[in-house]
């Protein structure tokens, strides 16, 4: 294979890799903002169960107090019982002495589901609190790994663009040219392989005039059909 086919080759798979490596930080920092959102969403759930729990404890209290206002009024009126003198003011007062009693009991039976819905409610708060600090821990294992190795990996390609960049000026700049419309256009797979004679990019077939060709490797031979540059592959690689 003449030299700037092996040169092409090379630069190939220097591009392999940028492609690669530029996946990898479009990902890493996903998976970095997914942790991110993780733990927004658990201190978010925290405070919902936290606020639902202060309201239903608030709830509690305000019941109680409005018992306590109805049983001092009950004694009050109990008392005023003993000084009645009319039987229509003891009824009427009787009456609403029992319906104060009434209202107190259903204010006690709301306070019991209240607090049936206090111990659901502590059992969520707990959850809840675990989960923010497992995903707070999580975070704070990984945001210094991950920043590192997506800085680690942008260097990566800075160096590896350089070495590419080195080899390119090995070869003619119409050639050059050629392959950096190809990895531009055609899925960053500038030089191909011929694939059982089809052309490993786009498995067009190739036309055996052009077979021979690629297996003297002296000419640049482009597939009929995508434009790719094909060679043999090297026989050390797999
Ligand atoms: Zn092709």
């Known amino acids: 294979m003449i030299n700037e086919l092996k040169i092409l080759l090379e630069m190939q798979k220097r591009d392999d890799t940028i492609g690669e490596k530029e996946l990898l930080t479009k990902m890493l920092p996903e998976q970095l903002n997914s942790l991110r959102t993780n733990l927004r969403n658990a201190e978010e759930e ?27 009024k009950i004694n009050k009126y109990k008392n005023q019982l003993l000084s009645i003198k009319t039987n229509k003011e003891y009824k009427a007062l009787n ?11 259903d204010i006690d039976d709301e306070i019991i589901v209240l607090m049936e819905e206090e111990v659901i409610l502590r059992d969520e708060l707990a959850a809840a609190q675990k989960e923010q600090s497992r995903t707070e821990q999580e975070l704070r294992n990984n945001e210094e790994k991950l920043k590192n ?37 055609k899925g960053r797979k500038a030089v191909v392989f011929n694939l059982n004679n089809a052309c490993s990019g786009c498995g067009f077939n190739i036309r055996p005039q052009l077979v021979i060709e690629i297996n003297e490797g002296v000419n640049i031979v482009s597939c009929e059909n995508c434009g790719r540059i094909i060679v043999n592959k090297p026989q050390d690689e797999n």
């Open 46 to 72: 925290l405070t919902l169960v936290k606020h639902n729990l202060e309201e239903n404890l608030k709830n509690q209290k305000m019941k109680e107090l409005l018992i306590k206002e109805n049983t001092d």
């Open 149 to 185: 190795k997506i800085e680690q990996v942008k260097e990566e390609i800075v160096s590896i663009r350089n070495e590419r960049n080195k080899l390119a000026e090995k070869i003619p700049i119409n050639l050059l040219n050629r392959y950096a419309a190809l990895i531009k256009n």
């Open 95 to 105: 009456s609403e002495i029992s319906h104060l009693e009434n209202r107190n009991s």
